[in-house]
């Protein structure tokens, strides 16, 4: 294996190609987790969104653990996306089914609810199994910092992990670390900084787009240099954009910054020339987001270099004109729950309101069979509930009570409520919405009511009130928890109609 410190050159050089200016973290990285070069308990990698953190670490673990040298045999790893996970709970079952499928362990452990049970199951799977002198896991946590409902003991007690498994490396992929955040003294800390503008154009050259017509390789390798640098100054320092968006502004772009070319107008080496016949795109953005920015019907397609580079040369007509800004009557915006949210999450949502302004008592009045069947649509439920009421009306509410505060309920009820509608609203959306709902199965959007409730939850839209909160661990699932809707009539009103129902009908008043 030759000398202590030694790294497989070999290995490395193939990922600085495919991973370019991250030389210093690539070998670093290596020689923190390497078997037989120096290999630590903790590791913290740090760094702004879409600086190759989670790319990199999977990429060198992967190359390290399935290499044809002898280190290869003393190399395994797994890493567990802690966003994906709803609660700790859920975050220990998901490493201990990594580790052991890492590990191809004949049997696996079906619960771990604890930090003491996930130690007890990691030192049976990595402590007491003789694999040879020298033998090493490497266990990653991505984005650990965006774990949900994590109890602020988390980290530092997975930090001791690695003091109970000798043999085990712990990485924590997070954004921007505290002091003392694992509360272990001498913790390496690796940065990964955000790319300059030369490391951008670096790495985008890297994959160049075809050559154009009448254009050689070096020349388009050249001009797309240099319209990389371009694009970054006007539209990607400006708005902080990370590698992935510019290169989608890129690929956006590049069509249309090079229509002079395919035109015959303009030749590959003429980058000015080129720049300001193509600046009306690099000052509106659009063109890379026409789903966010609506335009009208005509400004949904802007007016190409080609028809005004045909004419003669110093024409008025050789520099396309800026495409007109859209009119605000006509701008729509697809940032409402209405569009965002799932058809499960919705209806729990609904629930949670009609759970949150109907009384209890109202319940197997209105949400019963025989409710269902002769509910008259439209006119609410107050008359049927005063149907059977004799002698003088009671007095109208000055207040109409969906103009009152929410009031608080259990998710028990709450989930009772979609249990006992969920039915007839789907039915009442396909009536309403042909299309979207292809078939007539109820089944359609009966996804993980658990990740739905979780979802609502952590945009609050339901607020978890009373003792059991996020901080204390307690379970979300807890059917007698309480909790309370987030948001008001206006809201409610458009997610109800864009499942075509009226939530008016359902309000006790």
Sequence with gaps: MGSLFQLPDELLATLLSTYPCREPQIRSLATLVYPFAAPCRNLLLHGTEATGKTAITTALLGALGSGDDEASNYLSYAVVKSPECVTARHLFERTTAAVAHALQWPNPPARCETLAALTVELSKMLKYVERGRGWRFVLVFDAIDRQKESPHTLLPALARLSEIIPNLTTIFILTAPSPALLRTASTPHLYFPPYTKAQYTTILSTTPPPSLPNTTDPETRDLYARFVAAVHDSLAKPASRTLPRLQQACLALWPRFTAPIAAGTHKAREFSKLLIAARAYLQ???????????????????????????????????????????????????????????????????????????????????????HHGRRRRGGGVTSTLNSGRRGPRPKHRKIARKLLGPGVFVLERMVAIYAAVRREWIADHQKGSEGLLNNNNNSVVDGDVGMAIATLASLRLLLRVGGGTAVSGSDMMDRGGRWRVGVGWEVIRGVGRSLGIEVEDWLVE
Aim: hydrophobic share 30%.
């Design 284 to 370: 509106d953005e659009s063109v890379l987001a026409p789903s966010i920015v609506a335009t009208s019907t005509t400004d949904q397609q802007p007016q190409e270099p080609q028809s005004g580079l045909r004419s003669q040369p110093g024409s008025a007509a050789t520099t396309p004109t800026k495409p007109k800004p859209s009119k605000p009557a006509l701008a729509k915006t697809t940032t409402d729950l209405s569009n965002l949210l799932p058809s499960t999450a919705k209806l729990l949502l609904l629930a949670a309101y009609l759970a949150s302004h109907n009384a209890p008592r109202h319940d197997q009045t209105v949400f019963s069979t025989w």
